[in-house]
């Protein structure tokens, strides 16, 4: 067997210098479209294990595939990265800026016997494989250009066709690694085909990308899906051909799935973690809520900061079995984070939600209706929708249809409207005053449940919805001018 090679010093890599045998992570993205909960999750979990060992946190831009590979998707990863608190070590590093690194080792691989040059065609590939098939052998290539002497390449060349070239596995025996969360993992390599690490354009492949750069950066755990345990095989054999006689550590992570047990997708809710926060989420509430998808603490605890779960993080707690998203659970957790929050943080949260629909706002009035909405808001979100009735424009304020269908059915709803004005006409405007409006629909004879119902009516009548923010708050918050004019509307819509 050819002697192994090694590559030349380390170029272009980040400014980081860890203690000797340092634990050294990367999270490695493709920038081919915005970070999926999956993908975060991979990348927390790098930075839980990274800070509790007191070790280092990288980025590394896996943008090999230039055609599809936009910086704008960069910018979307780094800033996600840090709207959720997880920030990197160093410099990111980018692989399409180190292409003539993984050329360079490709050429050593086939110099000394590790890999060739192969010209099929991609029809001729798939004719290739389609063979192995019919005889019950396992799909791929049959390596039938492992041999060709220099003549035969350089004919086929003249040909016009271009050259990929292919790594070459062994023919025999077997490839074992031990993974950290599902223990020791072996497959026959007579099941994986030689595999193609330089396209025919001249462009890496992410197997040869990364087996270069983990050495180079001197990773020390790989810690990722198990949607990449197979190409663990290819990676270490790789880095055994580039002369490296050690190995990192692999810890592949469970399926994150949704309902039914089917993977993760748009039609389970929101994937992106851009949605989540455009959708009111707190960072913190999202990312102690992916921590436990796949890993628990000791003692139970769900609601931690990103601090108490760096403290707690150990992969040996990590599960091999699926996660199940549950859309429900982080809404629960989310409305704990928002209570955690002191009033001024989560005005300031909540403020931008509020200023993009309506613009500037009353300070105090926000202020105000942040107050009463924390202690029932889920979301971020939630909390503007639930105060967007006192910041409307006079002609933009309608009643949910809904709202409004609840209303028309009730009987004797145009006294209810009737009584509540004559007494908000006429009463000291602050908040035990305005209660007083309870005595007047009593005085009506109506039941306990008839009596519930006609508060429904008149929260829909000023807050254009059947429930929301306490309502005797809101009528002090909105103003008697305001809240009567709504009412009366109401009561002239009724006929």
């Not at 045998?21 to 993908?39: I, K, M, Y």
């Not at 503007?384 to 209303?407: G, S, Y």
């Not at 004797?412 to 009737?418: I, L, N, Q, Y």
């Amino acid at each position: 067997m050819p002697a192994a090679v090694n590559l030349p010093d380390v170029v272009n890599l980040p400014d980081v210098v860890g203690a000797p045998g340092a634990v050294r992570v990367r999270f490695s993205p493709s920038p081919t479209g915005t970070l999926h909960v999956g993908g975060v999750r991979t990348a927390l979990f790098n930075y839980l294990f990274a800070r509790h060992a007191g070790g280092e946190f990288l980025l590394r831009i896996e943008d090999t595939d230039v055609a599809r590979s936009r910086d704008e998707w960069v910018t979307g990863i780094e800033r996600t990265l840090r709207w959720l608190g997880l920030e990197w070590d160093g410099e990111p590093v980018r692989q399409s800026t180190r292409f003539d690194r993984y050329l360079e080792g490709a050429s050593r691989l086939v110099a000394s016997g590790r890999a060739y040059e192969c010209f099929e065609t991609p029809e001729e590939l798939e004719a290739i494989s389609a063979e192995r098939q019919a005889a019950g052998l396992p799909p791929g290539y049959d390596g039938r250009a492992r041999d060709l002497s220099d003549a035969e390449r350089a004919a086929r060349a003249a040909e016009g066709r271009p050259a990929s070239i292919r790594f070459r596995t062994p023919d025999a025996g077997q490839a074992v690694f031990h993974d950290l969360v599902r223990g020791e993992v072996r497959v026959e390599w007579a099941t994986i085909s030689d595999f193609v690490i330089v396209r025919s354009d001249g462009s890496p492949v992410f197997y040869l990308a990364n087996a270069v750069d983990d050495l180079e950066m001197g990773i020390t755990h790989v810690i990722r899906g198990e949607d990449l345990l197979d190409s663990t095989h290819r990676a270490l054999a790789l880095r055994a051909a580039l002369g490296s006689d050690t190995r990192p550590e692999y810890a592949h992570l469970p399926l994150i799935l949704g309902d039914g047990g089917a993977k993760l997708s748009k039609r389970h809710g929101a994937v992106a973690v851009e949605d989540f926060e455009r959708d009111g989420y707190l960072s913190e509430a999202l990312a102690n809520y992916l921590a436990l998808l796949g890993w628990a603490p000791e003692d139970g605890r769900e609601v931690l900061t990103l601090a108490e779960i760096v403290s707690e993080f150990d992969l040996g707690r990590v599960t091999h079995s699926a996660a199940r998203f549950d859309y429900a659970k982080l809404d629960w957790m989310n409305g704990e984070w928002i209570r955690r929050l002191s009033l001024d943080e989560l005005v300031s949260r909540v403020e931008p939600f509020i200023t993009a629909r309506f613009g500037p706002v009353d300070g105090a009035t926000l202020r105000e209706a942040t107050r009463m909405g924390q202690e029932r808001a889920v979301t971020l979100a939630s909390l503007a929708d639930q105060m967007d009735f006192l910041f409307v424009a006079p002609d933009r304020f309608a009643i949910e249809p809904e709202a409004w269908a609840r209303v028309e059915g009730l009987d004797r709803v145009d006294e209810v409207f009737d009584a509540a004005m004559g007494h908000l006409e006429l009463c000291a405007w602050e908040f035990d005053a305005i209660g007083g409006l309870r005595d007047p629909i009593k005085d009506l004879g109506l039941s306990g449940k008839a009596r519930k119902a006609a508060m429904g009516a008149l929260y829909a009548a000023v807050e254009g919805r059947s429930a929301g923010l306490p309502l005797f708050d809101s009528l002090v918050l909105l103003g008697r001018a305001t809240s009567l004019e709504r009412m009366r509307a109401a009561r002239q819509r009724l006929g």
